[in-house]
C-alpha cells in the first residue's frame, strides 16, 4: 500500500516553543474522533480550488492551566463542553497535530467494578497529562511552566 | 591524551534453569567513545577483559567445623570465611588485572588519535560498573555503610541527608583503618582481622585486607559510579512500588494500573503484582503509570504524595540525556521534597526506618553527573546485555565440559572477524568520502505518514453520525472548518460567524462531504527535543474504528496536543503546509 507523506515542519515551530516556554499556552489536548476526506468518488468539479486532503474531527479538552494541580502534581484537564453541555468539537488540519498527549484518566477511591480499560475515559472527569511517559514529554511540560 | 577507562563487572549464570555454572566476567571500555556508541552492546565499545573466577568455598566450610581440623573457629568465624575467601580471591584477581593501571606502573604510549596524530596516551580507572553488591565488595565496606561517603545511617540521630555532606569515603580512610589494625596485631589470621576491624565501627568490612586499588591513585569513591538501572529504576520496584501497594492495597494498585493506556512497550494489564520475573524495561515502564496510579488513591496523605513524586521527578531528571544548571538546580528541589516528606513512610507505618543504601545513595547520582557526566554513561544495562551476546552465546557453542578455554578461543575468532570487518568499512569510507553524497534533509524524516488509498471510502455521513454519539457534531464541525476556510480564502475583510448547531441543510455545508474517506489510523513522526534524543514515531488511532481494525485498536482515540493558538505568535506561517503526492 502506497503513503502519502505530510511535511509539517513544525521543528522548527517546536524548537522556537520550547525556547519562549509557551508550549502550554499554544497547545491544546484532543482526542481524535475520525480521520477523513470528502470522498473522491463524488465529482468536486463544482469546487476547482479545493484541496481534498485528509483532515482530523477532534473533541477538545479545556486549556492546560498554567500551574500542576496541588492534589496530584499533575497538570489536569476536563472534557470541553459547550453551553448546551455537548462536547466541543473541532475539524482541524491534521498537522495542526504536533504529538501524542498522554492524557491518563483519573481514578478516585476505590476503582468501580465496570470500569474497563476502554470505557473509563467516557466515564472520567479529570485527565492528567502524566510528564513521567517519556523523556521528552517531560521536558517540554516540566520546563514550559 | 588520558585514555579514561571504564570497567564494569557482573556475576550471570551461564545456564537457565538447571545447574549452578557463575561466569563473573569483567568488561572494559574506554570514556573516550562517544556514549551513544559504548550504549550500544553490539558496537564493539566494549571487550570482555577477564573472567573473574568465582567459589563459594563449600568444600572448605566443610573441612574447617569438621572435628578433625586443625584450625579451630567458632561458629561466626566459620560461617563468615567462605565469604572472606571469596572477597579475596575477587581483589587478587583484580589486582592482576588491573596492575597496568597502578601509579608506579603506569607508561604513556604513542597512539593515533583523532586527526591523524601522533598522541602520547596514559590510561586511567575513571569509572567502574557494578551493582550494589559488588559495591559494597570492591570498596571494602559492610553492607550498612555507603561505598561513596562516610555517613553511618544506623548511628544514633543519623538521618538519610548525611549522605548530602558527609566526606567523601576515600581509599586511604579504607586503608587507614586496615593499616592501623595489622599494626596493632600483627599476627592474627584472616578471620579475626575481620573481628577486630568491625569494631572499629567506621563502615569497612575486613574481609580483605590489600584491597585492588591499593596502589591506584583514585579511591573506590571516585570510580564507583551509581548504577540507574539497580540504583534508580530497580530501587523503585522494589521499595516505592511495595510502599504504595501495602498503603492502597495490591489488589487497588494492580486494578489502577491496569485501567490506564498504554504508555512505553509494555500495559500491565493484570497489574504488578502477580508479576514473577521482571526486567529491567519492566523496571522503567512501572515508572509511567505510578503518578497517575497514585493521584486520588485512598488512604494516601499529601505528604506520602509528595515523597513519591518527588522520587519520581528525581529518577526522571537523572537519566535525561543532557542536563544543565537549571535542571540540576530543578534536581535540588526536588531532593529537599523528598526528604522533608520521607518520613511520613515511617509515619504510616510503611517502614520502621529509611536506612536502604540504594534510597541514601540517590544522592551521589548528583555528584556523578557532575564528575562524569549523565547516568545512562554508568547504566550496567549494557554490561548486562553483553551477558547474552558474549559469554551465554559462547557457552551454548561449547560442550559445556571445560568450556573456559574453548569460549576464550572463539572470542578471540569472532574478535578477529570483527576487526577486520570494521577496517573494511572504514577504508571504504574513505574511499567514498572522495565522492561525498549530498547532505541528507533530515527534516523529510518527521511528518505525518498516512496510508494513499482511505481504509474505507465513500461512507454516508449520516451513518457515521447515526452510529456513533462522539461524531454526533461532526456536521457543525465541517461547517465551521468550511465558513473559516472560506472566509481566509477570501479577499474581502468580512468575516462569517459559524456558531450553533446545524444539519445537512445548512448553507454552510459543503455538498462533497455528504459521502467521506476514513482513515482509522496514520502515523505522525515528531523530532526530538533536542540532538540528544531520537525521533519519535506514534500510531495515532480514531475513536471510530471498524471491527475488522479493532484487533490494533486500544479502545479509544488517540489524545494528541494540538496547535490551537497558531496565529497569536505567527506560528502559522511555519505549520501551514499542504500534502504532496506519493
Known sequence: ?145 | MIQAVILASDETHLTNFSGSKVFHALYMTLGNIYGHIRRQPQSGAWVLLAILPSSSFTQTLLNLTSPQSYVKLNKNQAASLPGILKQCLYHECMAIVIDPLCYAKRRSCFVLGPGNKIHSSMACLVGYIADMKEQFMIACVTPRACPICLAQPRLHNSTIQDHCTAKPHTGSSTLDVLYRVRNAHPDVPIWKFRTLVSKEKCGVSGYVEHPFWEDLDVGPSHFICQDLLHGAHKFFWDHPCKWIASLIGTECLDRRISLLPKEGLHHFKSGISKLKQASGREHRDLLKYIAPALAGAPRVTPQFRDFILALLHIIMIIQLPMLDDNILGELDKHFEVMYANADEAISLGLRKNLWIPKLMALTHFCQDIQLGGVSSNWSSETPETLHKLLPKSLYGQTNHKDYHIPMLEMLTVHETKRVRHEYIQWRSSIQSSQHPNPPLDHTQNYGIKIAQRPHKQGVAITSLTAKSGSLAGLISAICKFSAEADATASTSTATHQVSGTYDLSSPWFPRRYNKLDLWWSYRLTIPPFNEFYERETRTIWCKTVEDHQKSKWKGYGSCVFVLAHPKRHGIHSMSATTLKGP
Open chain 1, 1 to 145: 500500500m502506497g503513503f502519502i507523506v505530510c511535511l509539517p515542519p513544525h521543528s522548527k515551530a517546536l524548537s522556537d516553543i520550547t525556547k519562549t516556554k509557551l508550549f502550554l499556552a499554544e497547545y491544546r489536548p484532543a482526542e481524535v474522533q475520525l480521520v477523513f476526506r470528502a470522498s473522491s468518488r463524488l465529482s468536486i468539479s463544482e469546487d476547482k480550488q479545493f484541496e481534498n486532503v485528509p483532515m482530523a474531527y477532534v473533541l477538545w479538552y479545556t486549556d492546560i492551566p498554567s500551574v500542576p494541580s496541588d492534589t496530584s502534581g499533575m497538570f489536569v484537564v476536563r472534557k470541553a463542553l459547550d453551553h448546551a453541555n455537548h462536547p466541543q468539537g473541532a475539524v482541524i488540519s491534521l498537522n495542526k497535530i504536533i504529538f501524542h498527549c498522554p492524557l491518563h484518566p483519573s481514578i478516585i477511591g476505590d476503582p468501580r467494578p465496570q470500569l474497563t480499560k476502554e470505557n473509563i475515559s467516557a466515564f472520567a472527569t479529570e485527565f492528567y497529562i502524566n510528564p513521567f511517559s517519556s523523556g521528552q514529554v517531560y521536558q517540554r511540560v516540566q520546563q514550559s511552566h
